[in-house]
């Protein structure tokens, strides 16, 4: 089952945290050692390992389906691997009690779903469960980081509207301020500018940049690798379950890699604004890949 896969032109071996390729460096607080990932004996993901850099905005992409998302399922601890492990602190995180990890490490699953006739405020207030006990109810440090979660995402005139009624970016800004209020230095973010339109998903990215900027470590799953390459410290691509490629966007993101991971012909240029990479898919590249699929 195990593979060893093959680096990707253009791509930059090893870990930010200066191992070798395929070796937990074990120095991350959250990092992945040859785990596997299956649905009903299907492996998604084949004995992967990784470390994710501490205070990094760490971004994974990969065309669909090769096991971007499940992997935030298992380094969130709510998918148990087949085989592998993925390791908090060095300890394998499925050993570790769940609210335990919920006082460590927020995840923020694609499209959530709020309960019917919930507020703002309700719903952000549920990320201080993990800190409640039979003994320790609702304090006023649990209101202090609801407050904090509401400004810090500026939706704190939003408090009191029901989330049904928000716009999709003030929804995802709500559950985003629900991981928030759960005060761990680890997010993880799968696919939070899904459905949004770009005004939204530009929103949503700055957040997460300032997050960043204020010492959380973020890993997010994301589809548009030009916004990856502009708001990612370090950036991991995926293909048919493995790593192959990982490192800072602009030695990472090559157009090399871009055709042999998403079979994209394409040249990368300077973005503009930020002169981190930019893909731009070459002219009549539409027809090549109907061709090729045909």
């Known amino acids: 089952m195990a593979h060893t896969p093959n680096r990707i032109p253009g791509s930059t071996p090893g870990s930010a945290s200066g191992g070798a390729p395929g070796v937990a460096s074990g120095r991350s607080r959250l990092a992945a050692q040859n785990l596997v990932l299956a649905y009903n004996n299907a492996v998604i993901v084949d004995d992967l390992t990784l470390d994710l850099p501490d205070g990094g905005f760490t971004v994974v992409i990969g065309p669909n389906a090769c096991g971007k998302s499940t992997l935030l399922k298992a380094l969130s601890r709510t998918l148990t691997p087949a085989s592998g ?126 997050l960043h900027a204020a010492g959380r470590t973020l890993v997010v799953v994301l589809h548009d690798l030009n916004q990856a390459a502009r708001y990612a410290s370090h950036l991991v691509v995926m293909k048919a379950g493995a790593v192959v490629a990982e490192g800072a966007p602009e030695e990472v993101l090559t157009a090399e890699l871009v055709e042999s991971v998403f079979g994209l012909p394409c040249v990368v240029v300077a973005d503009p604004v930020t002169g981190t990479p930019m893909v731009v898919p070459q002219a009549g590249v539409t027809h090549r890949l109907d061709s090729a699929a045909a």
């Not at 492990?85 to 394998?92: H, I, K, M, Y």
């Not at 469960?129 to 440090?141: F, I, M």
Request: aromatic letters at 4%; charged letters at 20%.
């Open 85 to 210: 492990s993925a390791l908090l602190d060095g300890v394998p995180i499925a050993t570790i009690k769940s609210k335990k990890v919920a006082r460590q490490l927020a995840m923020l699953p694609q499209s959530p779903i709020a309960p019917e006739a919930i507020t703002v405020r309700d719903l952000v207030g549920r990320g201080r469960y993990p800190h409640q006990t039979l003994l320790r109810q609702w304090s006023h440090a649990d209101e202090v980081a609801v407050q904090q979660a509401l400004v810090a995402t500026s939706i704190a005139d939003l408090a009191d509207r029901f989330v049904a009624e928000l716009s999709g970016g003030q929804r995802q800004r709500a559950w985003i301020a629900m991981v928030l209020a759960q005060e761990t230095e680890l997010l993880l973010l799968d696919e939070p500018t899904t459905f949004l339109d770009i005004a939204h998903q530009f929103e949503v990215l700055e957040l997460c940049s300032r």
